[in-house]
C-alpha cells in the first residue's frame, strides 16, 4: 500500500505529504497530522521493521511479531490508535527501508537503524528516539583463536550493503592501519550461512544482532565468540518522514511516557493502582488532570494506553532483550547510570 509515493528518480522525496489524494478527513477533524489522519481513517498504523532479527523484529511460532522493535510500533500505535492492536507490520530490508518511509509505503521505521548526521540531513527523514544505544561489533569462530578485533589484519569480513557497519569497519581498520576484505551480502540468512560455512572470518553488524544471533545457535553458541571491541556509536533510532512535526512529537512523546512510567514504577500490569495517586507527574502522565494529550492532537489516554497495552520501558527491555542474554547497560534509565532521560510530561 503506497500512502504518498512522490519518489523521484534518485529515491529522495520530492515532494510534500499534504496533497495525498485520499483518507483525508474533513478539515474540521484534522489533528494537525497528515500521518496520524491517515492512519485514523484507515484504523492502522503501518510500521516498518526488519521482520528476521530476533530480539528485535520476529515472527513466534504463532506468527505473531516479537521484538523491542515491533513493542515500539505497538507502543506508537497504541497512543495514536488506542489500540496497539492496529498496528500493521510492514518488512523492509536494511536497502530499502528509508526509500519505504519516503515513499509512505510505512508511516514509521524500527528497524535497527543508526541515526546519523548524513541520514538525517539528506533522507529526508527525521530520527524521534533511540530505542536502543548499539554499537558495531565483530563475531568470529571460536576455533580463530582470536582474542581482539587488533589480530584481524587480513581478515575477510561478512557484511551487510547500505548499513552504517561498512563505515565502522572501514574507519576502524583505517584507523588502526590495517587491512580487510568486505564480503557484503544483502540477504541475512545468507550472510549468517556464508559465516557459519567459513567464507568469511569474521561477521560484523551491531552488537546486538551479534549477540541475539549467536543465542540463537543455541547449544552451538559456545563456537562463536564476540570479540571485545565495541568499533563504534549506533544509536538505534526510530524514524519519520520530515515536514510532520505532530507525527514526530508523537513517537517522541511516546517514549518520553513509556520512561517516566518506568522511572514512577508504573507497569502494564499495575498502572490501574494509579488512577487516585496523588503524584502530579503521574496523574499528567495517566491522563488524570492536565490533558497533556491535547497537544499532541491525541486524547487524554495516550499515554496509558501504552503502558496498560504494551508497558514501561523496561518491560519492552526484559521481555524482549533479557531473554536473549544481554545486559541492559547504557540502555538503562539516566537513573540507574544509563542514557534514557525522559523529559517532562507537562
Ligand atoms: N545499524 C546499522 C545496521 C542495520 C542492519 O542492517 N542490521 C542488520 C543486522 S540485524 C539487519 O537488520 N538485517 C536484517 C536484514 O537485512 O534483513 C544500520 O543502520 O545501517
Redesign the pocket.
Known amino acids: 500500500m503506497m500512502r504518498f509515493v512522490r519518489i523521484g528518480a534518485l529515491g529522495v522525496m520530492t515532494g510534500l505529504m499534504a496533497g495525498a489524494g485520499w483518507g483525508q478527513p474533513a478539515a474540521a477533524q484534522t489533528s494537525g497530522s497528515t500521518t496520524l489522519d491517515a492512519s485514523r481513517a484507515h484504523g492502522q498504523v503501518l510500521c516498518g521493521i ?4 530476533p530480539g ?1 523484529a520476529l515472527p513466534d511460532s504463532q506468527g505473531v511479531m516479537k521484538g523491542l522493535d515491533a513493542d515500539t510500533c505497538r507502543a506508537v500505535t497504541a497512543a495514536a490508535l488506542g489500540d496497539a492492536g492496529k498496528v500493521k507490520f510492514v518488512a523492509t ?3 530499502n527501508r528509508f526509500t519505504a518511509l519516503q515513499s509512505g509505503e510505512v508511516d514509521l521505521l524500527a ?4 541515526w ?1 548526521l548524513s ?1 538525517e540531513g539528506n533522507l529526508g527523514l527525521a530520527f524521534a528516539w533511540v530505542n536502543y544505544y ?1 554499537g ?1 561489533g565483530f563475531l568470529v569462530k571460536t576455533t580463530a583463536g582470536v582474542k581482539s578485533a587488533k589480530d584481524m589484519d587480513g581478515a575477510t569480513i561478512c557484511v ?1 550493503p ?5 563505515l565502522a569497519i572501514n574507519d576502524y581498520f583505517r584507523l588502526n592501519k590495517m587491512k580487510f576484505t568486505p564480503i557484503t551480502i ?3 540468512s545468507e550472510i549468517h550461512s556464508a559465516f557459519l560455512s567459513g567464507r568469511c572470518d569474521a561477521y560484523s ?2 552488537a ?2 551479534l549477540a ?2 549467536r543465542f540463537t545457535q543455541g547449544p552451538k553458541a559456545d563456537d562463536l565468540v564476540l570479540l571485545p571491541e565495541i568499533i563504534s556509536k ?1 544509536p ?1 533510532g526510530v524514524m519519520v518522514r520530515k515536514g510532520d512535526d505532530k507525527w514526530f512529537d508523537i513517537i517522541r512523546w511516546t517514549f518520553a511516557a513509556m520512561i517516566t512510567a518506568e522511572e514512577k514504577g508504573i507497569t502494564s500490569a499495575n498502572v490501574d493502582t494509579f488512577k487516585d495517586s496523588a503524584d502530579p507527574d503521574i496523574r499528567r502522565l495517566l491522563g488524570i488532570e492536565g490533558d497533556m494529550g491535547k497537544a499532541l492532537g491525541l486524547d487524554s489516554k495516550w499515554a496509558y494506553n501504552v503502558i496498560k497495552q504494551v508497558g514501561n520501558l523496561g518491560e519492552m527491555w526484559d521481555r524482549n532483550i533479557t531473554p536473549m542474554g544481554v545486559p541492559r547497560g547504557i540502555n538503562n534509565l539516566w537513573t540507574k547510570g544509563g542514557l534514557q532521560y525522559a523529559p517532562p510530561i507537562r
Do not use: C, P, W, Y
Open positions: 526488519a521482520g528476521n532479527v528485535f530490508t536494511t536497502q528497524r535497527n537503524t543508526t546519523t541520514r548499539d558495531t551487510q547500505g548499513s552504517s557497519t561498512e544483502a540477504d541475512l553488524t551491531d546486538s544482532a541475539t544471533f549506533e538505534l
